[in-house]
């Protein structure tokens, strides 16, 4: 149990629709970053939120798009599916805005496939 | 571009033997590292951290060293043992830059 806590954990989509994917860190992280992972590949990142406001963005098109809530949980959304948005989506919390500082702790991700 | 690599995808060892992992980055600039572990259906885990103004850095039956020059990690296991199976990934933070991993495999 690492305290970061992601739900679903598997999710069936068809292409074209929209998913919504959330994450619930442990009080006082307020730092998330959102990450694809690839079925053999290693975690790509799609953007970090601190403080509710997105301070930091990978190669991601906007139908990628996030919020971060006072409460620590955040969500990611995904708009028009395309077949290859397939992957296993993490959401990793830390406790300040300096994740070397303070580390980072991934959740057990959501695993998404779309048809 | 940039990026964060692996050299190899797998690697097999005997229990008790030490595991070195590689990793290859291209970014000078980049001055923060960990290595994460990831076992099959869980999320990253992390192992062992280092900063760039340091060559070594050493914790429980783990060592990282950096080469600066050549912008090359390794990770080393010591007296691997079969909880140690599993995918590891170098990243840099806090953009999050992942290679693709290496699969080891302790085999008993």
Redesign the interface.
Known sequence: ETGVTQSPTHLIKTRGQQVTLRCSSQSGHNTVSWYQQALGQGPQFIFQYYREEENGRGNFPPRFSGLQFPNYSSELNVNALELDDSALYLCASSLGSSPELYGYTFGSGTRLTVV | GES?GLHLPTLSVQEGDNSIINCAYSNSASD?F?W?KQES??????II?I?SNMDKRQGQRVTVLLNKTVKHLSLQIAATQPGDSAVY?C?E?????????TRLTVKP
Do not use: E, L, S
């Open positions: 964060v923060y960990i994460y259906g869980k999320g990253p885990q992390f951290d900063r990934f990243a933070i806090p953009r999050g830059r992942f290679g693709a991993g």
